[in-house]
């Protein structure tokens, strides 16, 4: 009898569709998957698909800068309520409220916000390539960035530039304890705390590296050490350790007292290997954006990639 797992590869050739993963997805649809990676190689990969079909295993926002990019593809997103806390903390209507109240300001967002948000933004950014785009702000230009609040904070300190920031976060970097990680690394001497830039200031404080979940992978397969402790979403764990078979890797410790003791995004694991394959028969969820958001929404995208 074909597995799932076959029946999608099978399908998948069959309707000229291209599935990309994000690191955070569950390992069995990672193995399906043409692409992993984070939302920047994600995005990168969805601006040169080949395919008349883009199933996108992720969450609405990255779906939706795929069929931003791709307007004649058919986009599909596995489970349509697989949303983005991050996201879903920046409403439009308020944001807009914002920006009217600051007119003189460069706006720059984070790509984990609505297509609706980035038609409102001058250029879009990843945690891979923040620090850059701020930096090519000219100085005397005032900035908003959003939704994120702890990219922000992390990118002011990096930056030394003056922002006005959203008063967002992703419930998943904001789980990490920091008294449980201590207690964590003191019991494993030698350990390098790895974050995402995401997670909260005390948090990144005990880092040895803050960066995107490439960089974080980039990080463990070049430094010699065999111990790291990694601070961000524990689905990353899975290609890590193929990249690094011979390290030992230790998800950072959550608030919550939960099965794996590290955090997880519920929004992320919403997507399965049955609702992919059940999307690539029937078609839908499709995922499509008005066209003058779209066309708006494209020009800070454009601007991303080509920053990156």
Known sequence: MESLKEKIIALKKEKNAVILAHYYQEEAIQEVADYVGDSLGLSQEAAKADAD??????????????????????????????GCSLAESCPPDLFKKLLDEHPDHVVITYVNCSAEIKAMSDIVCTSSNAVKIVNSVPPDRKIIFAPDKNLGKYIIQQTGRDMILWDGACIVHEAFSYDKLIKLYNENPGAKIIAHPESETHILETAVYVGSTAGMIDFVKTNPAELFIVATEAGILYKMQQEVPNKILIPAPSKEDNT??????????????QKLYDCLVNGYPEINIPEEIRIKALIPINRMLQNS
């Open 53 to 82: 079909i883009i199933v996108f295993a992720g969450v609405h926002f990255m779906a939706e800068t795929a069929k931003i990019l791709n307007p004649n593809k058919i986009v599909l997103l596995p489970d349509i309520k697989a």
């Open 260 to 273: 794996c003791a590290c955090s997880e995004c519920a929004f992320m694991k919403m997507n399965t290997l």
